[in-house]
């Protein structure tokens, strides 16, 4: 399985996980566990991105050459 396909699949569960965890809370302490987990998505998909654009051309996700 290639890097940007595991950090795609971590950006879309830190979404659902983020929205389980606000949506079951019962206090305002998992309300803001699920924001914070919220917050790892942009994170990760950008990630993805990044490793998918440098699996297409050839090179290393460190090459930054």
Known sequence: MKLSNI??????????????NFFKSEDSDSERNGIFVGH??????????????REKDGRSLFDFS
């Open 7 to 20: 950090l795609y699949i971590l950006g879309f569960g830190s979404i659902i996980l983020s929205a389980v």
């Open 40 to 53: 790892w998505a942009p994170t990760f998909l950008i990630l993805g991105k990044v490793a998918e654009d």
